[in-house]
């Protein structure tokens, strides 16, 4: 977490200049206490504080407290090794927060989302972390975060660190496909994550009988051959010596454990629950086995009376002193955060000199951009369904395992989610993976993972995402409903992804050099039919980041015709048929790229012909020809001639048989057809 603070804070009291335990440490399991007792003191006086602000109105947003889950959360935050490995906290873990890193006045200053906030006041509470220092801040979606700290460990074991990973997840979250995607994936790829479950007995005012059948969670490890571990963690001393057991052997034996923590929840879901869906009595009964309380009580037994009272009077003055500096710092200001919705650096790359041309399909040209970026990035690596020694039903990663190993070409399991969450994973520790969707229809199953984690990354911590998704898209080739759809307008509608959609083979080509440099999430769209439909002289093109703009396919005066992907290729015939035919000369613009978009060249074609007609594969409504139409109309209408023309597919799920699908997509006729009726 970058200090953005110019003010200083106090500096903290002596006992919390021990952030770290290690197993042997436990040989002195009152002096491991005492140091665990410090930090679960300073966390619970803290989430009581802030409550406390929040009740007055100081503070916004949602307060979800970690009272209750003290123990848990201390020991894995003092067991953990903060250089090498890697964790994501979730919101009932304030004291993991505050043990990773940073000071106590910047979480703060989180919570006031004022200037001093990391997150520079766009996202709320508890919801930081410290990404540069391997801490992912957590989404809200549940289960989300689980597979981004498989990918940042497995990026840290690859670097040659004997790192570990802890991640968490509720009783509730224990519920969403995402846990199951990732504790599979973590046991398939051999990877060493501690995944704990904190089993608190409810999910906001939902029981434990109404979320899962059984008796237990930990049972599930069987399930995915792991090791699973219970835990009270409402017994400190047991919570370290179980957690401290774990750790090492995750670390030794590279196999993920499963451990339920039994901890509890003691104010609530939020701050605004009213709790009375809690049974009578059992508050207090969570009151009296509450570890904190409890863990005092064997201190003060064990005469640290004395030692006790200091700890607890100097958190308090320390907190009310950080308290006042981290309320003295000003507001936010709306200054750069438009622009921080994308990273603006990208990887600098000195590829090698160009080899010769080859006549290749889109396919091939893909393949071998593969190829050139896997010999030359070690950095790299390629993940997929079936990509590896099948080289992908498209066949773009072939020979890739071959000549790479498997450990930089992976199969992944069935699970696009996960595999999404992983790629993040690993690109937010300074690997850039490339991932293949086996068809762009799958993606949905990833649509939290890219448009809200990834997506989002940079702009709420100021983290880089370099992960270049391929998505192969579209129809024409009777795959049916659910391998034929093109969805870009589902990417283009939210934050922070860059998407290009090249048509030819050499643009297939550039547009892999151009995601793959990219600091940012990038989608390339690669048209199905396009993978073998023609063939082009290919090399290597040192101007490959032309990608990023719209390329003149044909230059006439009566209309602009902008279009990308397979339906170029339509449009260049229409335009042709009509020059031919009719007289009509067209402007033909492939796009290339449609996130960023550069809408310069539209924009002048348009000032010429004064005409505008967008042609795409996406369903007409709420379709990328809508957004284009929008804005060149918004900008220039008083220079058009006529309403603008949109050609799309159908609003319909994409049929099968070969005479609909040809009616549910535009085709050369329906184009020539519409751009006559456009003119007479
Ligand atoms: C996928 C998803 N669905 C719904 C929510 C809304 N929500 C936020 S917290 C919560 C309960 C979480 O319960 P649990 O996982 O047991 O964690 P706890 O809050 O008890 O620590 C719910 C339903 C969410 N954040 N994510
Ligand atoms: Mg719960």
């Known amino acids: 977490m970058a200090l953005r603070s110019f003010m200083t804070f106090p500096t903290p009291p002596e006992h919390l200049h021990h952030r770290n335990l290690r197993t042997a440490d436990l040989d002195d399991i009152e002096a491991a206490l005492l140091v665990c007792y410090g930090w679960m003191d300073l966390s619970c006086t803290t989430d009581n504080r802030i409550l406390e602000l929040f009740r007055q109105g100081r503070i916004k947003g949602t307060v979800t407290g970690g009272q209750g889950n003290e123990s848990l959360a201390a020991s894995v935050g003092?067991?953990?090794?903060?250089?090498?490995?890697?964790?994501?906290?979730?919101?009932?873990?304030?004291?993991?927060?505050?043990?990773w890193s940073g000071h106590l006045g910047e979480h703060l200053c989180q919570y006031l989302a004022n200037s001093g906030s990391p997150t520079k006041g766009r996202e709320g509470n508890v919801h930081h972390g410290d990404p540069s220092n391997r801490s992912y801040p957590m989404i809200s979606h549940l289960g989300a975060m689980l597979s981004n700290v498989v990918g940042g460990t497995d990026s840290q074991r690859r670097k040659g660190h004997p790192a570990i990973g802890v991640t968490f997840f509720g009783d509730g979250g224990s519920s969403t496909g995402d846990i199951h995607e990732t504790l599979n994936l973590a046991s398939v790829l051999n990877l060493p994550v501690v995944f704990i479950i904190e089993n608190n007995k409810y999910a906001y005012s939902t029981p434990t009988k109404e979320q899962y059948a059984g008796e237990s969670l930990v049972t599930r490890a069987a399930g995915y051959d792991m090791e699973g571990i219970e835990i009270d963690a409402c017994d400190t001393e047991q919570t370290l010596r179980m957690v401290a057991g774990a750790f090492d052997k995750v670390r030794a034996t590279r196999r993920p454990i499963l451990i339920e923590a039994h901890t509890l929840r003691l104010r609530g879901h939020a701050a605004y629950d009213t709790c009375d869906y809690l049974p009578e009595g059992l508050l207090e009964?969570?009151?009296?086995?509450?570890?904190?309380?409890?863990?005092?009580?064997?201190?003060?037994?064990?005469?640290h009376e004395k030692r006790l009272k200091a700890i607890e009077d100097s958190n308090k003055s320390f907190l009310e002193e950080t308290l006042a500096v981290a309320f003295q710092h000003p507001g936010i200001t709306p200054d750069d955060f438009a622009t921080d919705v994308f990273a603006s650096s990208r990887l600098e790359v000195d590829w090698q000199p160009p080899a010769p041309p080859e006549k290749l399909t889109m396919a091939q040209a893909l393949q071998r951009a593969h190829l050139k970026i896997m010999t030359e990035r070690p950095e790299s690596l390629v993940m997929g369904q079936d990509i590896a020694d099948y080289g992908g039903p498209f066949k773009v990663t072939e020979d890739l395992l071959e000549k790479f190993g498997r450990s930089r070409v992976l199969n992944t399991p069935l699970a696009e989610s996960a595999m999404v969450g992983y790629a993040t994973g690993l690109a937010l520790n300074g690997h850039r993976p490339i991932v293949e969707f086996q068809f762009a229809d799958f993606a949905t199953e990833a649509t939290t993972q890219i448009l809200l984690n990834a997506g989002t990354y940079h702009f709420r911590s100021g983290a880089k995402v370099p992960l270049v998704l391929r998505f192969p898209c579209g129809g024409g080739l009777t795959f049916g409903s659910f391998h034929s759809q093109d969805l870009e307008a589902i990417y283009l509608h939210t934050p922070g992804l860059k998407l290009l959609y090249p048509s030819t083979p050499q643009d297939g080509y550039n547009a892999m050099f151009a995601a793959f440099e990219d600091d940012n999430p990038v989608l390339i769209f690669e048209h199905k039919r396009l993978y073998r439909l023609l063939k082009e002289d290919v090399a290597f093109d040192p101007d490959y980041r032309s990608v990023w703009h719209p390329r003149m396919v044909r230059v006439g005066s009566h209309g602009t015709i902008v279009s990308y992907g397979e339906m170029m290729h339509l449009a260049a015939e229409a335009a042709d048929y009509l020059a031919t035919e009719y007289e009509y000369t067209f402007d033909v613009i492939d796009l290339r790229a449609l996130a960023p978009l550069d809408?310069?060249?539209?924009?002048?074609?348009?000032?010429?012909?004064?005409?505008?007609?967008?042609?795409?594969?996406?369903?007409?409504?709420?379709?990328?020809?809508?957004?284009?139409?929008?804005?060149?109309?918004g900008e220039m209408f008083h220079e058009l001639d006529a309403a603008p023309l949109r050609i799309a597919s159908l609003d319909s799920p994409v049929p099968f048989a070969p005479e609909l699908e040809a009616v549910y997509r535009p085709s050369r006729e329906r184009v020539i057809e519409a751009l006559i009726n456009w003119f007479e």
């Open 285 to 303: 009964n969570w009151l009296d086995a509450d570890g904190l309380p409890r863990l005092r009580e064997r201190l003060l037994a064990a005469g």
């Open 599 to 633: 809408l310069e060249p539209v924009r002048a074609s348009v000032a010429r012909t004064h005409r505008l007609c967008v042609i795409h594969e996406g369903r007409l409504t709420c379709g990328f020809g809508a957004e284009l139409v929008a804005r060149i109309t």
């Open 78 to 99: 003092l067991l953990l090794d903060k250089s090498i490995d890697v964790v994501s906290w979730t919101h009932r873990a304030l004291c993991g927060h505050l043990l």
